[in-house]
């Protein structure tokens, strides 16, 4: 397995990070670590890991955001499978070994897999695919159906989180070629659905094993005056992709409900408003 961690001014967290991959159960991984220009010291992190473990690989590259990084750490594997880690993450030590097993046992263009969201205040809530656990290579009229929304649940029914899966280089490679490296958020949801559009089989694992460290440096918790723009981008992208398929009036309806959860975001980030303020809200003009 190729293991990509993107890398920017995660020093607080990146030797938690490291320690997880390098303890894992199943051995046989290289490690990319692409550093984007970070003015911490977290490329002398990198650099020290690099000179205690054969298995790592470090680069460094002017600052260009998380799309271009990832972009670039798969073109430089050199592994058939692919996984990914954030920096200010941490993973169980047996989730590559279940991941390999499971890809042994069915060959399947996709493994997925849980995730853990860790929150500063201590509590965490655990997200799993709304399908049953399984292999599935029927995607018409299993998947596609309900990947973006599912109503039951009021969320994805396939999470787009590309650290909690194991790619198939060959697909993942065609993805980046071809992928917008403008979009910057919601970047993940763009080459993971658009992978999804080019596999025939997925395997399920109802169980999480990977911990998405949720704090205020996250971006995800950042204010930029450039989402509104990026979320056109991202919906115009993901439009094209789904357009492709056999029947894309299914995922074009679940899309559209994604970008309003993305607006709504954006709403939230850039002028604090959300629901709960929206009648309260003065706007200023007729």
């Known amino acids: 397995i190729s293991v990509i961690v993107p890398v920017y001014n995660t020093e607080k967290y990146l030797k938690k990070c490291l320690d997880s991959i390098l303890g894992q159960t199943y051995r046989n991984i290289e490690i990319i670590l692409m ?40 073109f430089l594997s050199t592994s058939d499978l692919i996984t990914f880690v954030d920096s200010d993450d941490w993973i169980e030590s047996d989730m590559y070994e279940n991941m390999v097993t499971l890809y042994e046992q069915t060959l399947a263009d996709l493994i997925s897999t849980g995730i853990f969201n860790d929150y ?24 596609y159906p309900s990947m973006l929304r599912d109503n039951r649940f009021g969320e994805f029914g396939l999470f787009g989180n590309l650290c909690t899966k194991l790619f198939k280089k060959s697909i993942l490679l065609d993805v980046y070629e071809n992928i917008n490296l403008k979009v910057f958020y919601g970047e993940d949801c763009l080459a993971f659905y658009s992978y999804c559009m080019k596999m025939k089989s997925i395997y399920v694992r109802k169980k999480a094993f990977y911990h998405y460290n949720v704090h205020s440096g996250s971006m995800c918790t950042n204010v930029d005056l450039r989402l509104p ?30 970008i309003l959860d993305i607006e709504c975001h954006n709403l939230r980030m850039i002028y604090g408003i959300g629901s709960e303020t929206l009648e309260k809200w003065f706007f200023g003009y007729k």
């Open 229 to 258: 723009n990026n979320a056109l981008l991202l919906y115009q992208e993901l439009q094209k992709v789904f357009m492709q398929g056999k029947d894309c009036y299914p995922l074009l309806k679940q899309l559209k409900r994604y």
């Open 120 to 143: 500063e205040n201590g509590t965490t809530k655990t997200n799993l695919d709304h399908y049953q656990e399984g292999l599935y290579d029927d995607l018409e009229k299993d998947i």
């Open 35 to 74: 550093d984007d220009g970070s003015t911490d010291n977290s490329l002398q992190i990198c650099k020290e890991y690099q000179s205690r473990d054969s298995r790592i690989r470090v680069y460094t590259q002017k600052n260009s955001g998380l799309p271009s990084v990832r972009a670039k750490g798969v």
